[in-house]
């Protein structure tokens, strides 16, 4: 069975603290991809980064960047200096490809993410 | 180029009602899909489409149905609304479908009260 595990249910830092937000998956599939997408006050769900399984390299895009570690089925996000507009619902999602699945994206519960100022 | 577009923003219903809730994209995109996303939980796939006269059911179906007549909109329909439907609804939609390397795209919500 697939499952998405982010046991953090909310984080609150002071604004630019680094803040690492977990994600823990399981699949018995050999490739499969990997999602983060962001969920601000106002509801809609942002798209932030995808990720092959078979692409361990790390990603960094400004103040984000993503650790993905296929031997502890890990896909952490961390913030960098952390600022007020970061504040929202993370999730982390986990998707096998088509043969294998039924077009579903697995979710994780969301971690809530607060800056204080 | 307005991505996924939902309507509406906000329903009240009363239990026992019927109503349709618009989902539409202008990307062309193959595959739709409507989640619904309730408190301290992940979004759950009701029922999705990899493409026009396509649909088939997800992890939380009963209760809803959907059509898919044209590449561009996904209708989902509440039968006969009870209070459990109370919920936030989500519309995606995704491109390469075939190399399983999509990525959905989202509408902005429908914010659904069933009393």
């Known amino acids: 069975a697939q499952k998405v595990t982010q046991a953090q249910t909310e984080i609150s830092v002071v604004e630019k603290e680094d803040v690492t937000l977990d994600c823990v998956y399981e699949?018995?599939?050999?490739?499969?991809?990997l999602f983060w997408y962001k969920q601000p006050p106002s509801g809609e769900l942002v798209f932030l980064i995808r990720?092959?399984?078979?692409d361990e390299q790390n990603e960094i895009s400004g103040r984000y960047s993503w650790n993905f570690q296929k031997s502890t089925s890990s896909f952490n996000f961390t913030i960098t200096a952390s600022q007020v507009v970061d504040s929202a619902v993370y999730f982390c999602?986990?998707?096998?490809?088509?043969?294998?699945?039924?077009?579903?994206?697995?979710w994780g519960a969301g971690t809530k993410l607060i800056i204080k100022p | 180029n307005a991505g996924v577009t939902q309507t509406p923003k906000f329903q009240v219903l009363k239990t026992g009602q019927s109503m349709t809730l618009q989902c539409a994209q202008d990307?062309?995109?193959?595959?739709m899909s409507w989640y619904r996303q309730d408190p301290g939980m992940g979004l759950r796939l009701i029922h999705y489409?990899?493409?026009?006269?396509?649909?088939d059911q997800g992890e939380v179906p009963n209760g809803y149905n959907v059509s898919r007549s044209t590449t561009e909109d996904f209708p989902l329909r509440l039968l006969s609304a009870a209070p459990s439907q109370t919920s936030v609804y989500f519309c995606?939609?995704?491109?390469?479908?075939?190399?399983?390397?999509?990525?959905?795209?989202f509408g902005p919500g429908t914010r659904l009260l069933v009393l």
């Open positions: 999602a986990l998707k096998a490809p088509p043969m294998d699945s039924n077009y579903q994206l697995i």
């Open positions: 990720r092959n399984s078979f």
């Open positions: 699949t018995r599939d050999t490739t499969y991809y």
């Open positions: 489409s990899v493409g026009a006269g396509i649909t």
């Open positions: 990307m062309n995109h193959e595959y």
């Open positions: 995606a939609s995704s491109y390469g479908v075939a190399t399983g390397q999509e990525t959905q795209y």
